[in-house]
């Protein structure tokens, strides 16, 4: 990190202070100074120097440098020796007493050691003869090993050296008692990394890293410089890129090690004996470390001594833990202080404090059975089986990483291989929620595999399919494969062993006929429903349970769980199969199903409440339940969840109109989807980028993005996607006017007089089928597709169809009065504006439909409140009509305003144009593209670009210092979606970096002010 600070990450204001120390010395009135950069061990100190340095050397200025090392702290003057020497041809030039004494300092001559007061002076005489020649750097590194007596001597001149040109920067950790500390000199803190930075210098030196590996790193090397660069290079290429599980304690580099080494091995072996067992156990309190470290199968055996709470104190005065009596945990400084307790401790050292903290964490089974296995020399089933306990409440909190992790090591320790084998199976399925793809084939695999060798390929489980059948849909999108294999799994599925599985198998089924879209694909289902559903009243009127009442795979083994998870995977098979003949009531069943849920549900239980929320537009009762999964979630969860949270988010925000939102959402989504390999779940998120795109008419990023699902999709026969792409191309050809075209698209959905069965997406199509058959003259295919919409009773689903329905009835409404009362009733829907878009674009219809029959005065104000909308929203094509027909209905304009859009329109952001024809006017519209260019990028001249108001709250706070993650925390956002925002931000306030934030937001409420006026 050195070469003059290039590639020195997140320093900016310790160089600007370095930089504006070094002018000091070179004005005409020169201004010495010393400061003391304060810092962990490996936060940057030395990196910072070295800064300094390549600065001075780059000004003439003469740099003397000394560092600190262990060996030579009780040699005296070793230190002023090394930092003068290069000065020795100036020594003859001092006063005679003070020449003799720095000869003897330099070792030019011998003698007694001269006085203090002599060395001191003279040090300070010699420095400023140096510094009349050229102004001097002096840099001291790692001052806790400075010899004592050098310390008081260059204590002695960074007090003097003012009105010198002599600059002195120290180094040192904190919490050290030196010269250099008592002395009073002025402190810069050299702290962690934040978190953006952290992430920038992680990824610039190892990029590619796996997401779970990434993460993980960040988190131990807690912004700690060293530790990022140096953390990666002991991990495997495997570990890496994901395919293998990480290390619980990650093993450190010599570098690292030494890091620490030096106040670990100064402890006692009774403190030591506590930091190891500490190190173990992070949740385990002082109490429990001290019943650990006591016993006789604690790390040093019978005979060591047994600690006390005191014998923590070296280990506090050291600065390696914190012994918080307050709530009685001992707490690391540092993530790393706790891997080098444990890796400079012995193998058997290891292994007697997991026995020891097994025995006295009996009241903790998961975390006892965790000991149990590190303890452990070989195979050991009682242990297997401990782990697998654990791991199966570790899914019922919800946790499928910590199931994941469980499930392997118990497969390790499992001696008989059918046994482990189905834990592999189980551990891999796990690893597939959880974003671990690689990992999860990589088990598979290995399961596979002791089957073969042991010929026991009857025993593999419904478990295995559904890993395998995730595997090849998720990551290859090869629905039909995964779904034979499913429904092959469920018809050999053993209820009486698997009940577990058998409704995670089916739940599994079940997304893959969504996907798939093909009546035919969901037979296997229906017939599993009435099996199932036959198999649990049998049960029940015998006093059983049978497998359809089971627990899914969730883990839910509290109670009424798996019963809810039955029901939402019926509600999704009422919504999403066939919702036009089975999603009546289902609003309700939600409801009573979601009040059914813990105050804080599982993530699976959320995903399938929002799932079957989607096509009966509920999904906005439910959005904090989904918000604070994908917080929860997303750092160390089932990242799958996460993703589908994001596209239920995504959906919601733009059903309801809020699309900057839902931009930045579909965005953050599409990020994950590329980092996990969870290619299926793509196909959503560029739905609604599409349709936000063509509403503002971006065409081009519309056609992108659906073309780009069209590829994946259409071979793969997923039919349900190729859904989205139809959709989104009739929005885009109706924001055209190319009427023909958007009909061709919307009668590939369903055709026109009918709902197809299993294609849940042509209800949200029914008015846009509508309008595109009309307005291509198509009148009775549009009446056939309102009567068949009103033969389902659509509008009973939910309030947003029935939106829809009432719209479509006044498209294809006889006569000029019945047509407008037809819309009229339409836009009296109970809620019909929480629709934005949907409400708006009848708004709009309804206007125009006024205005051919003359009532230009009823006429304006449903084209002036569809105006206003699609202005709010930058559906500028929309925009467009609306203004036409209010000019054609006698009202004047104004220009159309600059373009909230979160897809981007650089094109026609300085389109300024306004509807007079007066020379002012004209010369303003011809001017437009090059003054808006001249104002700057996102700024038109005379008009100010407004920021929405959630992209003003995360500018203010990006403003304050705050990193992405902390703006994420504070606003309920992924750190991918403050990014996102920021993106869009800058442009709009003329900046590329958060540097020019505070000043840009100054300028911003000015130009509000101005615009007020």
Not at 130 to 149: G, K, N, Q, Y
Not at 185 to 194: F, G, I, Q, R
Not at 870 to 899: M, Q, Y
Request: charged share 20%; aromatic share 4%.
């Amino acid at each position: 990190m050195g070469g003059g600070g290039v590639g020195l990450v997140g320093r900016r204001e310790a160089l600007e202070l370095v930089d504006t120390l070094l002018t000091g010395l070179t004005r005409p009135a020169p201004t010495g100074a010393a400061w003391l950069l304060r810092g962990g061990p490996g936060i940057g100190k030395t990196a910072l120097l070295d800064a300094a340095a390549a600065r001075a050397g780059a000004e003439a200025i003469q740099v003397l440098r000394v560092s600190g090392v262990e060996f030579e702290a009780d040699i005296g003057l070793s230190a002023l020796h090394q930092m003068l020497y290069p000065l020795r041809d100036l020594v003859d030039d001092l006063p005679s007493g003070q020449r003799a004494a720095m000869n003897q300092v330099l070792g030019l001559t011998d003698g007694p050691y001269p006085e203090p007061l002599v060395v001191s002076s003279g040090a300070l005489a010699l420095l400023v003869a140096a510094a009349s020649r050229t102004p001097v750097l002096m840099l001291v590194d790692d001052i806790s090993w400075i010899d004592t007596w050098s310390a008081t001597v260059l204590g002695f001149v960074a007090r003097r050296i003012a009105g010198h040109p002599i600059l002195f920067l120290a180094a040192a950790r904190p919490g050290g008692d030196t010269v250099f500390h008592r002395i009073g000199l002025p402190e810069l803190e050299v702290a962690p990394l934040p978190g953006d930075e952290a992430a920038a210098l992680l990824d610039a030196r190892h990029p590619g890293l796996a997401p779970r590996a990434r993460e993980r790193l960040l988190g131990e090397a807690a912004g700690n410089p060293l530790a990022l660069l140096e953390l990666p290079a002991l991990l495997t290429e495997p570990q890496l890129a994901g395919r293998e599980v990480l290390p619980a304690q990650l093993p450190l580099s010599r570098r690292l090690e030494a890091l620490f080494a030096s106040r670990v091995r100064a402890l006692s072996v009774p403190t030591h004996r506590l930091l190891l067992i500490a190190a173990l156990e992070p949740a385990a309190d002082l109490v429990t470390v001290l019943l650990a470290a006591g016993g006789a199968d604690g790390p040093g055996g019978a005979d060591a001594p047994a600690p006390t709470i005191d014998d923590l104190a070296p280990a506090e005065a050291a600065d390696l833990v914190r012994a918080d009596h307050a709530d009685g945990q001992v707490v690391f400084r540092h993530p790393l202080i706790r891997s080098a307790v444990v890796q400079m401790s012995s193998s058997a050292d290891r292994r007697a404090a997991h026995r020891a903290l097994a025995r006295v964490l009996r009241a903790h089974p998961d975390r006892r059975a965790w000991h149990l296995a590190e303890a452990a020399l070989g195979p050991d089933e009682e242990v297997a089986d401990a782990l697998e306990e654990a791991a199966h409440r570790a899914l019922a909190r919800g946790s499928a990483p910590a199931a994941m992790r469980t499930l392997i090591r118990a497969a390790g320790l499992t001696p008989a291989p059918v046994d482990r084998a189905r834990r592999l199976a189980e551990a891999a399925y796990n690893a597939n929620r959880c974003g671990q793809l690689d990992i999860a084939n990589r088990l598979l695999g290995e399961a596979r595999r002791i089957h073969a060798a042991t010929e026991t390929t009857g025993a593999r489980l419904s478990h295995e399919a559904a890993t395998e059948a995730s595997l090849l849909a998720y990551r290859e999108g090869d629905v039909d494969a995964a779904h034979r294999l499913l429904v092959t799994a469920l018809a050999a599925a053993d209820s009486a062993v698997e009940a577990d599985w058998v409704n995670e198998t089916l739940f599994m089924l079940l997304v893959m006929c969504y996907h798939g879209g093909r009546a035919e694909l969901w037979e296997p289902l229906v017939a599993a429903r009435a099996r199932l559903t036959a198999t649990a009243t049998a049960a029940a009127s015998g006093g059983g349970s049978g497998a359809a009442g089971g627990v899914g795979a969730g883990g839910d083994t509290s109670g009424g769980g798996g019963t809810i998870l039955v029901e939402l995977m019926w509600l999704c098979h009422d919504t999403l199969g066939d919702p036009a003949r089975t999603a009546h009531g289902a609003r309700e069943r939600l409801r009573a199903t979601a009040a059914g849920l813990s105050s804080d549900p599982q993530p699976w239980q959320v995903s399938r409440l929002c799932f079957a929320a989607q096509y009966v537009d509920a999904l906005d009762e439910y959005r904090d339940l989904c918000r604070r999964m994908v917080a929860r979630e997303r750092d160390d969860g089932s990242i799958i969840s996460v993703i589908s949270g994001l596209t239920f988010l995504a959906v919601d925000f733009y059903l309801r109109g809020q699309w900057d939102e839902s931009a930045a959402i579909a965005e953050d989504g599409l990020g994950l989807v590329a980092a996990f390999g969870y290619q299926l779940l793509a196909g959503a998120f560029r739905f609604v980028l599409a349709m936000i795109a063509a509403a503002r008419g971006d065409l081009e990023a519309a056609r992108v993005y659906s073309d780009t699902t069209a590829a994946w999709v259409e071979p793969r026969r997923i039919v349900q996607q190729q859904a989205f792409v139809w959709h989104a191309r009739a929005v885009a050809a109706l924001a055209q006017g190319d009427y023909e075209d958007a009909y061709a698209h919307a009668v590939r959905i369903s055709p026109a007089g009918t709902l197809v069965s299993h294609a849940p997406h042509a209800l949200w199509a029914v008015g846009d089928l509508v309008e595109a058959a009309v307005r291509t003259g198509r009148l009775d295919e549009a009446r056939a597709h309102v009567a068949a919409a009103k033969e389902a009773d659509l509008a009973a689903v939910s309030p947003r169809l029935a939106l829809l329905v009432a719209g479509a009835e006044a498209f294809v409404a006889d006569g000029a009065d019945r047509q407008a009362k037809a819309f009229e009733a339409a836009l009296a829907v109970a809620d019909a504006a929480r629709w934005t878009f949907d409400h708006a674009r009848l708004q709009l219809a309804h206007g125009e439909a006024l205005r051919r029959d003359r009532e230009i005065i009823r006429a304006r104000r449903p084209l002036r409140e569809a105006l206003e909308t699609f202005d709010r929203l930058g559906a500028r094509l929309w925009a467009d009509r609306a203004r036409s027909e209010l000019r054609a209905a006698g009202v004047t304009v104004a220009a159309r305003p600059l373009s909230p859009s979160a897809v981007g329109l650089a094109a026609e952001q300085a389109d300024a144009a306004s509807a007079g024809a007066d020379k002012g006017a004209g010369a303003a519209a011809g001017a437009g593209p090059a003054a808006a260019v001249a104002a700057g990028p996102g700024r038109s001249a005379g008009r100010v670009e407004r920021l929405t108001p959630q992209e003003l709250q995360i500018a203010q706070l990006a403003a304050t210092g705050l990193t992405n993650k902390q703006i994420g925390e504070k606003l309920f956002l992924g750190h991918r979606t403050v990014s996102a925002h920021l993106y869009r931000i800058f442009p709009k306030l003329g900046i590329t970096s958060r540097a020019a934030l505070r000043d840009a937001l100054d300028a911003y409420a000015a130009d509000l002010a101005d615009a007020a006026e």
